[in-house]
């Protein structure tokens, strides 16, 4: 074991328990708020039984799959997740993910397609609780804000396209590629029907002027109520207009997935880009909102909570589980700092499955297809676009690329093609580092030392060189080169590497650190290192790179140690 380095505090005896506020259930619920918290939950209700119902379409699924995901999983995960605010629930990118990615291997709306969308759930729980186990939450961090605007708003546009046909009464094949969609509602538009355009274009106003002059309001709810009144009362659904249909009555009902293990290896794909797009999108708004309300929330556990929510899901007829940005945000406006909203939506929900599905019957489409195109809409991205545009032209084309490849080619393309910018922008920006020559400026008080001009040396004789950047393979070439030119351009005797930005050496740029060290042998210059991280230290030591090299606290003290030794 080596000694402690000189004037390193002492470790202490034993270290002081830190305690995990705010990861017990129902974290922040009181005397004071509870009434708060229950309206709000009444409120959450209104929202998400009808967006739930509308996303159950998007996938493909009978309505009571999108009601069942409202039960179970929303117990699960607010009895377990660290986030006192985010609500978890089916979206529009999974249930557009979850048409796209099944369609492929069942009819929509059958037994066999519902069978899958429960495996699906299934895989994407284990998947969460894996990514919770191994602590792989930085994951999410590869899925960039260009990214997500893409992905998720080239989903958003293939939404949308089969919500207006169903706004117009017009027949398409949901599950199609985005081209037939398209092609599919402009040759049918001849078929528009009249009772569908009116009750899409009422539902539309009611939905925009209501939540421009009164958010509060559960417009939604509203719009599903006022529609199927019409409906009944005028005979629109013998007009042509569709309407929900028989929605099975009854609580969910244990159930497991049989099929065979070739179909389980199938959906593994699919399962994985869901559990990244809500690890990308759900733990940063996680995040954002225990920072902007002052509590703590953890990645882990939050990937934890949507394992469990998701296997809940999938053994209780639901489907795929993910994070909801905008009814979290509607809880925040609405003063919710817990998740007993969400357990009220359970409870509710429930007693609507039991007792009320028979009110659900005669919903219309065209109505369903309004409320989920305004949700949509926000999705597409584009201020965020038209903002990528005007602050980093590169960061716009990633989002582009992303939103076309989400678009003409799929889902599961899209995250592949994700990823693959994600790297590609990662190692562009770590491959050019700033590499700075640095200038001595004759002030003893100043802790730093500014940039120097290129071809200058810090003091006659020494060149000190700061790499703002970890060591690895990415830069390592560019690193050697600029040492190199530093020392050619300067005639420096002795080189000092300023580490206090380095945080990691990988094996290509150790092997780079030691060519650079022969090389200055070579040239009759000796190699020194300053500011040096203590966990660096270690880390160079085990890859034998200071042996001899001389180390200092700061660049003065190389410069004071090292000018008397110039030639």
Partial sequence: MSAPHAGSPAPPAEAAPVRRAGFRPLAG?????????????????????????????????????????????????????????????PDAAAAALV???LGGLAVAGGKDYITLAL?????????????????????????????????????????????????????????????DKVVGLFS??????????????????????????????????????????VVV?????????????????????LTWPVIDWTTWLALIPSAIALTLVTMGEGLLVSRSYGEKRGYRTSPNRDLFAFGVANLGAGVTGGFTVGSSTSRTAAMDQSGSRTQLPSLITAVGTLALLAFGTALLEHIPSPAIGAIVAVAVVPLLGIPDLVSLWRQD??????????????????????????????????TRRAANPAIDTLAADGNPDSSLLDAAEPGDPTVPGVVVIRLAAPLFFANSA????????????????????????????????????????????????????SRLRPGLRERMEHLELIDGVAIYDTNRTALAALEGRVA
């Fill in 29 to 89: 619920l009181n005397r004071r708020n509870a009434s708060r918290e229950v309206l709000a939950g009444v409120t959450l209700l209104a929202i998400a039984v009808p967006l739930n119902i509308g996303y159950a379409q998007i996938a493909g699924l009978p309505a009571t799959a999108g009601l069942y995901a409202l039960v179970v999983p929303s117990i699960l995960y607010a009895l377990t997740v660290s986030s006192r605010q985010l609500v978890a629930s």
């Fill in 99 to 101: 048409a796209s990615s």
């Fill in 119 to 179: 495996a699906q759930a299934l895989i994407g729980g284990v998947l969460f609780l894996l990514c919770a186990f191994f602590k792989l939450g930085f994951l999410a961090n590869f899925l960039s804000k260009p990214i997500l605007v893409g992905f998720v708003g080239g989903l958003a546009l293939d939404i949308l396209v089969s919500q207006v046909a169903k706004m117009l009464g017009v027949k398409i094949d949901s599950g199609g590629e985005f081209v």
């Fill in 188 to 229: 049918g538009l001849a078929t528009l029907n009249v009772w569908s355009l009116l009750i899409a274009a009422g539902s539309l106003v009611v939905l925009l002027v209501g939540r421009r002059f009164a958010r509060a309001v559960p417009w939604a709810l509203v719009v599903l109520i006022v529609a199927t009144v």
């Fill in 233 to 253: 009362l005028s005979g629109a659904e013998k007009g042509g207009v569709d309407v929900l249909g028989k929605v099975e009555s009854g609580p969910p009902k």
């Fill in 393 to 426: 032209r590169f960061e716009f084309v990633i989002a582009a690329v992303c939103f076309l490849g989400a678009l003409l080619l799929g889902p599961i393309a899209g995250i592949v093609i994700a990823f693959v910018l994600s790297v590609i922008n990662v």
């Fill in 478 to 529: 560019v690193f050697e080169q600029a040492v190199k030119r530093a020392v050619r351009a300067t005639s420096a005797q002795h080189v000092v590497l300023d580490m206090e930005a380095v945080t990691d050496v990988d094996v290509t740029g150790a092997e780079s650190f030691r060519s650079v060290r022969t090389w200055l042998g070579d040239n009759k210059a000796d190699l020194g290192l």
